[in-house]
């Protein structure tokens, strides 16, 4: 499984953006999908998850403002991010497992592949 995000750039705050994220390999569909984010010195962390169902998970501070799908049909998955503050700079990836993690999906060590990333920076 491969994976290739792109759609990032530079916002103002306020501004949105829709990343993207190409997966080539086999059973797509099936996979659990999941977009991350690591901002400089900071630990990668959860952003949000798609499961193979469409069912869709968020963290706490994106809720409200990102929202995750899935095209099967053109093995993409998406993250529309909006409302942009300087604090979701980082670099987002997306990254792909063949099970749902559950509960501690945010951890990245549950996610078995990853794309390069893609840069968001936001200025105030």
């Known amino acids: 499984v491969q994976l290739m995000e792109s759609g990032g750039g530079s916002v103002q705050s306020g501004g949105s953006l829709r990343l993207s994220c190409q997966i080539s390999?086999?059973?797509?569909?099936?996979?659990?999908m999941g977009w991350f984010r690591q901002a400089p010195g900071k630990a990668r962390e959860g952003v949000a998850t798609?499961?193979?169902?469409?069912?869709?998970t968020y963290a706490d501070s994106v809720k409200g403002r990102f929202t995750i799908s899935r095209d099967n049909a053109k093995n993409t998955v998406y993250l529309e991010v909006s409302s942009l503050t300087p604090e979701d700079t980082a670099m987002y990836h997306c990254a792909a497992t063949p099970f749902f993690p559950g509960g501690v999906w945010s951890q990245p060590h549950h996610f078995d592949y990853w794309g390069q990333g893609t840069q968001v920076t936001v200025s105030s």
């Open positions: 390999g086999d059973s797509y569909g099936d996979y659990c």
């Open positions: 798609i499961d193979s169902d469409g069912s869709a």
